[in-house]
């Protein structure tokens, strides 16, 4: 199931200022974050720049997946566990609000999304 427009907007202008603070224009050629909205599920990434001359697209390591429950309306926050598989975020309740998931983004209690 597809996001509700309103609510992929609303989102996207979260995490746009999750990745501003997170990865400011200046150190943008050697780290950057993006996402990716896929039907109900927005997944961040970090991307690295080409570590040898004979690569040459930039290397994506999964953050974290915010997964939004329609019926609910609230959204959900998983991390990849070593075998890239997401994992739902033991402890983290589910939000009507994505900003209170970017908040335990940013704090990072377990260590599982940025180590």
């Not at 609910?72 to 991390?79: A, F, G, N, V």
Request: glycine share 2%.
């Amino acid at each position: 199931m597809q996001l509700p427009e309103i609510v992929r907007r609303r989102a996207e202008k979260f995490l746009q200022k999750f990745i501003q603070e997170h990865a400011p224009a200046h150190l943008r050629d050697q780290y950057r974050l993006e996402y990716r909205v896929r039907r109900s599920s927005i997944t961040l990434y970090e991307c690295r720049p080409p570590w040898s001359p004979s690569v040459k697209k930039w290397t994506k390591r999964l953050i974290a997946q915010f997964r939004y429950n329609v019926e609910e309306q609230q959204w959900s926050l998983y991390y990849p566990n070593q075998g890239h598989r997401w994992q739902a975020c033991p402890n983290i309740k589910p939000s009507p609000d994505m900003k209170d998931l970017l908040h335990v983004l940013d704090a990072d209690p377990a260590a599982v999304f940025f180590g």
